[in-house]
């Protein structure tokens, strides 16, 4: 998308957009009482005849009011059939990022497989007219930018279907943001998994006749020599629950189940169009989760990446099966400072905190603390879980070390808990995005479907240490 500053009002014909909180109402350009607008956040009145579209920002106290107002806006702009348009900021520098990244998550749809006349350009301009071009103002537009367009990377690649997008083709597009961003890659494909004992990724991706992947992205833009992040998200192409077979009803939403994996490639790209000073390495574990002779089985004790025995008790627990070889994998050989680990993990976190808040466990205060700040800038709802070691009891094996499923009581926490065994003394954080990683209908601000959840928050917090 292009991105101009200009500071006196484009003769183009795209439509002006204008933003007005609860307190401005004298200010509209028409008299209009609060039943025909309310001015609350997002809520639009169209001017036709001057081709201004005039946004609501509710009391535009934070962030996301203008994240959001923005966002509101190039949804109706995209549905009306424009792809460009001008932001009318002046007064409202404060807050371009959100702006400039609000315009772009609602203009993302996902439009691949819809014929040429029920499809709808993207946003291909946005203009910003600033009192200023000044380089303060250009860095804020600019980092919108690479926020917003690094969550719509993430969720183009997570709305892909199943039958189109496997683990290849995960790597293949790893490959592309690879060459794009100027990143390391290395895939694992199934004979190098097979030679480093990558146990559980074999074990899940045995029922398909698409062999699993480890994915592995590197960018070095901190210190030479100092010890990375590692960014781990779950991809699991489609999750039949294996063996342990779901319910029909609902089974498409399995398609989501790479959500973890997509937002770290997405972070990985915006990791470096924000030219951040960190190495962070992006870990993605890729499998099917499908059924046929070569399954695994409930019974089974696999043994993982770094020679942990895990017993098997169903095949649908099969996210935290994968992350273990990852997560032993960024220990081990990536030798991380610290591991934020993505997944659609469980059904219970959906339970437990609804659609739209992840959740968030951690051994690590500090950690845990920062990457609440994070998501608080970004507009996300994360929630603090426990680790008590009581959940430990209740994941132990009589066979193995531990099992993958202890039932329903407290499972996103012993899901997590589960996690943490992988990862030693590194400071480590688990998001569970089961809920707000994808959106099954239309949303006020955005389209149905995937929706870059954690994205956006990991990016602030890696942005934050380089303060
Ligand atoms: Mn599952
Ligand atoms: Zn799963």
Redesign the pocket.
């Known amino acids: 998308m292009k991105l101009q500053l200009v500071t006196s009002q484009p003769k183009s014909p795209q439509p002006l957009v204008r933003f007005f909180a609860r307190g401005q109402r004298s200010q509209l350009p028409v008299a209009v009482s609060e039943r025909t607008f309310a001015l609350s956040t997002g809520s639009l009145l169209h001017l036709h005849e001057s081709g201004t579209l005039c946004v609501g920002l509710g009391d535009g106290s934070t962030a996301d009011h203008f994240r959001r107002a923005a966002a509101s806006a190039t949804k109706a702009l995209r549905r009306q059939g424009h792809d460009a348009c001008t932001f009318d900021v002046r007064g409202l520098q404060e807050h371009l990022g959100p702006l400039v990244e609000g315009a772009l998550l609602g203009s993302y749809r996902f439009e691949d497989f819809k014929t040429a006349d029920k499809s709808t350009p993207a946003l291909a301009s946005l203009t910003l007219l600033v009192p200023a071009t000044d380089a303060r103002t250009k860095a804020a537009a600019q980092r919108g930018l690479a926020l917003g367009q690094a969550a719509n990377r993430a969720r183009q690649i997570a709305n892909q279907p199943p039958n189109v997008f496997y683990p290849q083709t995960l790597a293949e597009t790893a490959a592309a943001i690879a060459r794009e961003r100027k990143l390391k890659l290395t895939v694992l494909d199934e004979k190098a998994l097979r030679k480093g004992k990558f146990g559980g990724l074999l074990a899940v991706g045995g029922g398909s006749a698409r062999p699993p992947r480890l994915v592995v992205l590197r960018y070095d833009g901190g210190r030479k020599g100092e010890a990375p992040i590692a960014l781990v998200g779950k991809a ?1 192409t489609f ?1 039949s ?1 294996g063996i342990s077979i779901k319910p029909a009803l609902g089974m498409e939403e399995m398609v989501w ?1 790479k959500c973890g994996g997509c937002a770290v490639l997405g972070m990985m790209a915006g990791v470096a169009a924000l030219g951040l000073k960190q190495n962070v390495v992006g870990i993605i574990p890729a499998a099917e ?1 499908l059924l046929d002779g070569l399954s695994y089985r409930p019974g089974d004790i696999v043994t993982v990446y770094d020679g942990k025995h895990i017993e098997i008790n169903n095949t ?4 935290r099966v994968i992350l273990a070889d990852a997560l032993g994998y960024a220990v081990k050989d990536v030798k991380a400072r610290q591991i934020i680990d993505l997944a659609t993990l469980t059904g219970a976190a959906v339970v437990a905190l609804g659609d739209h808040v992840a959740g968030l466990w951690s051994n690590h205060s500090e950690l845990r603390a920062g990457l609440q700040e994070a998501a608080e800038k970004a507009g996300e709802k994360v929630w603090h879980m426990p680790l008590f070691p009581e959940y430990e009891e209740q994941i132990r094996s009589q066979i193995a070390l531990i099992k993958n499923s202890s039932g329903r009581p407290g499972g996103a926490n012993t899901a997590a808990t589960f996690l943490k065994t992988f990862v030693g003394d590194t400071p480590w954080a688990h998001l569970d995005i089961a809920g707000p990683a994808a959106a099954d209908k239309e949303m006020a601000f955005f389209a149905r479907g995937a929706t870059g959840f954690g994205v956006r928050t990991v990016l602030e917090y890696l942005a934050g240490l380089d303060d």
């Not at 649908?316 to 996210?319: K, V, W």
């Open positions: 699991v999750d629950g189940d989760n649908d627990a099969e996210g």
